[in-house]
């Protein structure tokens, strides 16, 4: 018979990723760049509202979008004339900071007073996986359902900022905006919670100003 060897893998994953994350806020750090991660499900609303707060912001602004393929949600920001770095993940459903480590090099921080990170379309993958950010965004949207957060709770745990997007059409999908913000509030109750409608510009102006305080402190 064969002998089978455990082999003991010693090379953890998760702390390498935590201390490349570190390096990467250092880096932003000493380029006075404040860097968001958005987090969200596929079709939750992410791209559209860093487009939003690209035209509404009055800073100079860089995005990096990561996607398994992300040469379209690139595109769709480089309509608006600001360096943007395109991560593909191949197979991977979430962006990790060994991956941004190099988008930081290939952007023009010096010139950047902002940088938008926008994660993969999930909302399990990327929860371990620190980027080097100062803040993380989660977005979600009613026609995901009213019971998304308690679904996924441990995404809100460690948000800064939640947004709860397409509230215009909370009824046609019959969903409680009202119950998501408080399931929310269960699983992390200091966080701010702002219901949006991108469609209607409803909550843009809250969460911009949400922003600019994060960026302040």
Known sequence: MHKIADIEIQHDIMLANRKLAKKNQKILDKANVFAVDFLGAIGSGKTSLIEKLIQEMDYPVAVIAGDVISKFDAGRFEKYD????????????????????????????????????????????????????????????????????????????????????????????????????????????DVQVIKTSLKENKGLSQIIESLEKFMSE
């Open 82 to 189: 600001v360096p943007v770095i395109g991560l593909n993940t191949g197979k991977e459903c979430h962006l990790d900071s060994h991956l941004v480590e190099h988008a930081l090099h290939d952007l023009p921080l010096e010139e950047v007073d902002i940088l938008f990170i926008e994660n993969v379309g999930n909302l399990i993958c990327p929860v371990d996986f620190d980027l080097g950010s100062h803040i993380r965004v989660v977005v979600i949207s009613v026609s995901e359902g009213d019971d998304t957060v308690e679904k996924h709770p441990l995404i809100f745990k460690d948000a800064d900022l939640v947004v709860i997007n397409k509230v215009d059409i909370a009824a046609a999908v019959g969903a409680d905006e009202d119950k998501m913000v408080g399931d929310v509030k269960k699983i992390n109750p």
